[in-house]
């Protein structure tokens, strides 16, 4: 069976500080693996995505994220966050790659001036 | 390159009305999704088409959801009657599936209150 877990409902940190958010995932195959940033009233934007190549994966806006098959982890991380990045932030698993998409319940990103 | 849109942005309606929701998806998309986000909740797909044959609506209330995908573009997701449950934003979203390419576009959602 495939699932998401994200560790951290909510995370704050100050601007210009390390942004850690945390996913652990399950499953059968060899999956594809996404983080989508959702600011408020905005769409779904896709910050980056793991698809079997490379496993340290960047994405925009500074934004980069390294799959762990042995501690089946996908932790999206950033240097240092800007007031822009408060949003809301999903970890996605594809599994297997190009089916149904299966949505971590999010992680509410603060970011304190 | 436009994105997915959708129509209405909001809606308020009653328990036991009927509404109906509009997707657009990006052009040359053949794959279109429907989700259900609940308050707090990520995103929970409710229908996955492609062209205009369902792959996946398992997760999809029978009883009172219904969509369909006419001529492989456009989607209408209609919900009736309505409970309050129902409240939540309907996003729709769309992939072209080509090679390792699929990641999915989502539009800005439609939010539904039931009242």
């Known amino acids: 069976a495939q699932s998401v877990t994200q560790l951290d409902s909510h995370v704050s940190v100050s601007e210009g500080t390390p942004v850690l958010l945390r996913c652990n995932y399950s499953?059968?195959?060899?999956?594809?693996l996404f983080w989508y940033v959702q600011h408020p009233n905005k769409g779904l934007q896709l910050l980056l995505k793991y698809t079997s190549a490379a496993t340290l994966v960047k994405g925009i806006n500074g934004f980069e994220a390294e799959f762990k098959k042995s501690e089946t982890s996908f932790h999206l991380t950033k240097p240092s966050a800007h007031m822009s990045d408060a949003a809301e932030y999903f970890c996605?698993?594809?599994?297997?790659?190009?089916?149904?998409?299966?949505f971590g319940t999010g992680t509410s990103l603060t970011v304190i001036p | 390159e436009a994105g997915v849109a959708q129509s209405p942005r909001y809606k308020i309606i009653e328990k036991r009305q009927s509404v109906a929701f509009w997707c657009n998806p990006i052009s040359g998309h053949a794959t279109l999704y429907w989700y259900q986000q609940i308050l707090g909740q990520g995103p929970k797909l409710l229908i996955q088409?492609?062209?205009?044959?369902?792959?996946?609506d398992s997760q999809l209330p029978k009883d009172r959801f219904s969509a369909e995908r006419l001529k492989g573009v456009d989607s209408t997701l209609k919900i009736q009657p309505a409970k309050l449950e129902d409240s939540a934003v309907y996003l729709c979203?769309?992939?072209?599936?080509?090679?390792?390419?699929?990641?999915?576009?989502f539009g800005p959602g439609t939010r539904l209150t039931v009242t």
């Open positions: 979203a769309s992939s072209l599936v080509t090679g390792l390419s699929y990641e999915q576009y």
């Open positions: 499953s059968s195959y060899s999956p594809s």
């Open positions: 996605v698993v594809s599994d297997p790659p190009g089916n149904q998409f299966y």
């Open positions: 088409f492609q062209n205009n044959g369902v792959v996946d």
